[in-house]
């Protein structure tokens, strides 16, 4: 599976484009409002600042009575006598930014090589997941392990294997969580606190399963291996919203709880041929 971009290179002019058609007939549409209103006033009226029915503004800000320079006082005065204008007027600024910098930032955001990493899946170029169904998915498991590692244009990768344990929480109780075993300093996640586990002895939980199980990173979890309890230090915490965000990466042995699912991600020494690399392999 290829870790596409969010929109082809080839499209990435259609959002600026389409925006800025949106902002210009946005603002349009507002000065056409305002110019709606002038039609109904003589000239001099207009001049004069006064209301659509012919009344004079008389109360508010004097000229004579300010100590501010007379460009800042008429600007005031002014200012005061049609804040509904102005105030419409902000509101569309507020909006036109919003519009532009918003679409932007998400764009940027998402084509970020490292927006994978916070959200629980390393920075892979090519990624397999293999269902477990039977003793022939571990055999598909490992002839695929065989193919990567012989690959000339696979630069690294990591075979990873989920299983299901149960671990318990400060409040006495058990939940079950999936627990990712294998190497995860090759092509690691972002770490929201701590690091990634680097021994048997060691796990990382994911935000959703510390906040399930009442611990926090430095605590010990009572975790459940091949049938007997097994305590485990907690050395970090990461985002992740895979698998419903409630996970965990570890160094389980093989055969040490319910086996789930395999997961292959590989990084090319040529990036741009991710969709033939994935194809061939």
């Given at each position: 599976l290829?870790?596409?971009?969010w929109m082809p290179q080839s499209k990435l002019w259609l959002a600026p484009a389409l925006t800025a058609v949106a902002v210009f007939a946005?603002?349009?549409?507002?000065?056409?409002?305002?110019?709606?209103?002038?039609?109904?006033?003589?000239?001099?009226?207009a001049l004069r600042a006064t209301e659509p029915g012919g009344k004079a503004w008389t109360r508010g800000l004097k000229l004579h009575r300010m100590a501010t320079p007379t460009n800042v006082s008429l600007g005031l005065i002014d200012l005061s006598r049609r804040w509904t204008m102005f105030v419409l007027l902000f509101f569309v600024f507020v909006v036109s930014v919003f519009i532009m910098v918003v679409p932007s930032s998400a764009a940027l955001t998402v084509r970020s090589p490292q927006f994978l990493t916070y959200m629980g899946v390393?920075?892979?170029?090519?990624?397999?997941d293999l269902q477990y169904a039977d003793d022939s998915s571990a055999e598909l498991?490992?002839?695929?392990?065989?193919?990567?590692?012989?690959?000339?244009d696979v630069a690294e990768f990591t075979a990873l294997t989920t299983t299901r344990h149960e671990v318990g929480g400060t409040d006495g109780t058990s939940v079950n969580l999936y627990v990712e075993s294998g190497d995860h300093d090759i092509l690691p996640v972002s770490y929201a606190d701590g690091r990634a586990p680097s021994g048997e002895g060691e796990i990382a939980l994911s935000l959703l399963a510390l906040a399930e199980t009442g611990h926090r990173v430095g605590d010990t979890l009572d975790v459940t291996v091949a049938g007997s309890g097994k305590q485990l230090a907690i050395v970090g915490s990461y985002q992740d919203i895979t698998h419903g965000g409630k996970t965990a990466k570890?160094?389980?042995?093989?055969?040490?709880?319910?086996?789930?699912?395999?997961?292959?991600?590989?990084?090319?020494?040529d990036a741009s041929q991710a969709e033939?690399?994935?194809e061939r392999l």
């Open positions: 290829r870790l596409e971009p946005l603002i349009l549409v507002f000065v056409r409002l305002l110019l709606r209103r002038l039609n109904r006033i003589s000239p001099v009226a390393g920075p892979a170029d090519v990624r397999i498991f490992d002839a695929a392990v065989d193919t990567l590692a012989a690959a000339p570890a160094q389980v042995p093989e055969g040490g709880g319910d086996t789930m699912w395999y997961v292959l991600a590989a990084r090319l020494t033939p690399a994935a």
